[in-house]
């Protein structure tokens, strides 16, 4: 019967290996065209190696959702863990074959498939990757290549987030054989930019790859259109279903629940739903509030990841369908600041000046109203964070692969897709008058940058308090949604 397992395993991981993904996703061709762009900017006589990332442990033997390393992903399409990509600037020889490129992925192991599905193999990185030489992660530690030849071994530095597993060609494995193999960890390794007396480079990889992620293929503007619109969907149903009365939780579900309606396998990063106080947490992602109320603002700030790409938009709106007056006022003010940041988005434009300007309407506004008694840096910054007391953020960043993508963060330039999101917090306890404690507003939209302007792609879901205030009176998909009530069952 032992003799017989592996060949009952493989009849079980059949369907699995045969299953194939939708066809939207990139095409192999789109990361062999990035390998080979990146190819063309290593410097001379150099060698660029990229990880992919570790396993997440949620807790005993439970794992989080594994999520590939975004420039594993963009480099090769690979979504599986333990695996390892080497880009060489010139071709080499390997058993016999010449190639640019080498990938080593995870051996065929039938029982692991069988609980977790079909592995890729050295054979579908070949077919299915475009890789000319692939090999599987336990043949890494015996790989002949003499990295001392090379003028610079490009890579990113190691975190200790990574487990030692009984397999031979886990993570923890490549990253020690690799380790071994570049003498990383001497004494004469340094990191800095100063010249070294080895040829390991920690810095610069990041810098190519921000040149080429920064500016996205048409390929990816596409995938972000779809990812965005997904998004300003949710955003559009939520406003029309939400009233007083439900818990953040469920509002945070509403969105995702729409999200994967269309066929969005995840979200881009963890969704922030607060209302009232928790809305001024810049980040909160508890969502425990089990009862928004009446006259509060809710802040939603969720993104749709669609094949591997995410949107990135927040809307603020009020809960009862009306904003106070007070409430539209910062709504109004923070909407002009993203106005007035939109109207001098363009090729050549620096994110400083698009952060400068939205602070300029904002402190000038809060003047105006009276919680700042002048906009120089000592009436406006709050003395225990160094921060703008009101709007302690940047207003602008790159959105792609990651929520907060790579990208050149001096100039814009075509073809890059950024955030503008102007915010002010006014958390309860702040030193102004009470009427207007816990009043968080941010709008973030979602922008392509072209030569001449911004191209706002985030339209679907409205952003003026007045169209807000018209959309949430209209019926709701969800107003007949009633769930059984299970606390009087036994």
Known sequence: MKALLPIILSFFIIPNALAQKPEDYLKPEFHQRKRDELRKIMPPNSVAVFFSNPIRNRANDGYYKYHQDPNFYYL????????????????????????????????????????????????GARDNLKFTVAYEGTEFGAFNLDFSRFDKVLFYDFFNDVRNTADGDDLFDLIEHFKQKVGYGKKDLTVSVEPRKNNID?????????????????????????????????????????????????????????????????????????AGHNGCVLHYRDSYKSSVEDGELILMDVGAQYRSYTADITRTIPVNGKFTPDQKRIYDLVYEAQNAAWKICREGTTFAALTK??????????????????????????????????????????????????????????????????GIYIPNGSPADKRWWDIPVRIEDDFLVKKDGCELLSDGAPRKSEEIEKLMKEPSVFQTFQLSDIDSKK
């Open 76 to 123: 090769t399409g690979y979504g599986e863990p333990h695996a390892v990509l080497l880009i060489f600037k010139d071709a080499q020889t390997f058993d016999g074959k010449k190639s640019n490129e080498v990938i080593f992925v995870r051996k065929h192991d039938a029982l692991k498939e069988l609980y977790d599905g079909a592995r890729m193999g050295k054979e």
């Open 202 to 274: 920690l810095v610069a990889l990041d810098e190519l790859m921000k040149k080429l992620r920064g500016i996205k293929s048409p390929e990816e503007i596409a995938l972000l259109r779809k990812a965005i619109n997904i998004s300003t969907a949710g955003q559009v149903e939520v406003m029309k279903a939400i009233q007083p009365g439900m818990s953040e939780m469920q509002i945070q579900g509403l969105h995702e629940f729409i999200h994967k309606s269309y066929r969005a396998e995840d979200q881009g990063y963890s969704s922030i739903v607060g």
């Open 357 to 422: 300007i939205t602070r300029e309407v904002i402190n000038e506004g809060l003047v105006e109203i009276g919680l700042y008694t002048g906009t120089d840096s000592v009436a406006t910054t709050d003395p225990a964070t160094g921060r703008n007391r009101y709007y302690p953020h940047g207003c602008c960043h790159h959105i792609g692969l990651d929520v907060h993508d790579k990208g050149d963060n001096v100039h814009l330039k075509e073809g890059m897709v950024i955030t503008i999101e102007p």
